[in-house]
């Protein structure tokens, strides 16, 4: 708002004191009224400055792998070239170290170490966003089960399926201080990066403000209006579109950081969707749902590629007579099945499942196709 001081012309001589006193007071209150609108506009300015610095800095790759190098660099320990690690067993003296490496995984890694979902929820619940303490949860609820069978050597082994980087940090702890280690070491994920078998669960979680969350993310206003229009009638297939445009056009700076932060200024529910898809992954209960509604009678042979017996989905479809429920309690006790050494995530294997069902349709949309 541009504010303009009067000028006044009048001869002071031709006014009387109360007239002078008058027009002083008016030209008084424009100037403080001016000084107010340019420190508030100074003071955007300055805030737009200092975001987009910080937006910078998250997103720039050279920046991020950086700060990853740096972190690693931090980590390495010198071994002695013929010294074999220890198997080491979880204790309370290097969980807090653990809980500081394993972090935003918990949820992925509490499954794989067999705690059940209602479990995960708890930690989840008590943690209150710190994911830190929720990882320390997961390790002390694991280790408290398994005794002298919960070791370090078989905690990296699970944490390799979903990050090989981090799975090494964990292995130095059979030979660090485990304090030193935990102080080194920040709780943010290494990587920030959303991969292509994200996209179909955050398409679910989007489908209701993709496109103000595009506009948050700088897509135009042009595009924005032909992807609204295309897909008109199926605003999950708009948003998984808009994703998939985003990660094309940004490719290394289409971090999670940058889409909650959008997420966040249009819908903090919607943010906090996205959020838990970044923790739980791509099989989040969301997508389980969805895929529930989407599969017909081919669901059955679809748990059977799953290695499911005949009698176990027969189990299912006795404790969930409704489809819908029965496919959602078949594909969540997958999501927690230990599979063989040599085979792909629970994601991939449910993604060839798809294919082998003449699924290919469904397949694609959870591979981000």
Known sequence: MALKIQQHTCNMNDLTPEEVKVQLNELGRQIKEWDTCCKKEIGGILRKVRDLDYSLQDCNPAVVEKRSKERLDRLKIPRSAGARPRDVVVTKEN??????????LYWRVGAKLGL???KLEHIRNNSRGNDTKAAGDVVS?????EGNSATIKSLAKVVERYDSKLADCIRELQTADATTLAQAFSPRHIYDLIGEEDIFALSIHLRNEYKKVAKELGLSTEVIGIMGDANRDNEIKGARKMLQLWMKTEKSMCTWSRLISAARKTNEDVADSVDRVRKEGPLEDGVLEELATSLGLEWEAVGIRLRFT???????????????????????????????KDDDTHHGVLCAALRDTDRRDLALRLAGK
């Not at 969980?95 to 972090?103: D, R, T």
């Not at 005949?310 to 099945?337: G, H, S, Y």
Request: charged share 25%; no cysteine; hydrophobic share 45%.
């Open 95 to 104: 969980i807090p170290a653990l809980s500081s490496i394993i972090g935003g």
């Open 116 to 118: 059940s979902k209602e």
């Open 141 to 145: 609820s694991w280790a408290t089960k």
């Open 310 to 340: 005949t009698r176990q989905i027969n189990a299912i479809i006795k404790d969930n007579p409704i489809k819908e429920m029965a496919i959602v309690a078949m594909l969540t006790e997958f999501k927690t099945k230990d599979l063989p």
